[in-house]
């Protein structure tokens, strides 16, 4: 992902549940620590997914991962995530946390299928509607 794709990456994030920012996404770019792919449909030549996230010394944090809905049900989600557990095994993570809705049950399908484990909550996290976040993990290394 580069600064030029923000604008196709904000089409799809405004789609999403609890949507960050335009500022918060641009602010991304200026993380030493960063990493964000994008996922590119050939024959529509637009981006439809993406992935970001960080890593501090040996532990990675997967920030933000979403489809474009009319591309959803494709596997694009399970691909990005692949990939990009691939890349923090090289980076020499050792171990990868995320968080999710508790009610979003295809959100954390998609992480257990990937190795993910549920590490534990955060009561009321999340804002608009007020509700629970899932802790997860895997270890990489």
């Not at 500022?23 to 770019?29: I, N, V």
């Not at 997914?49 to 989600?77: L, M, S």
């Not at 990005?80 to 050792?94: P, Y």
């Amino acid at each position: 992902m580069t600064p030029e794709d923000l604008d196709e990456v904000i089409r799809i994030e405004q789609t999403t549940e609890s949507p960050w920012s335009a500022k918060l996404f641009a602010s991304e770019f200026e993380l030493t620590n960063g990493w964000r792919f994008v996922f590119q449909d050939e024959a529509a030549a637009k981006i439809v997914g993406f992935i970001i996230g960080t890593i501090t010394i040996d532990e990675a944090e997967i920030r933000k991962i979403a489809v474009a809905p009319e591309f959803r049900q494709r596997k694009i989600a399970s691909f990005l995530l692949g990939e990009s557990l691939a890349f923090l095994k090289e980076q020499k993570a050792a171990s990868c946390f995320l968080e999710l809705r508790k009610s979003n049950r295809a959100a954390f399908g998609l992480y257990e299928k990937h190795g993910f484990k549920k590490a534990g909550e955060r009561k009321k996290y999340y804002k608009n509607p007020v509700e629970d976040a899932l802790i997860m993990h895997k270890n990489i290394g």
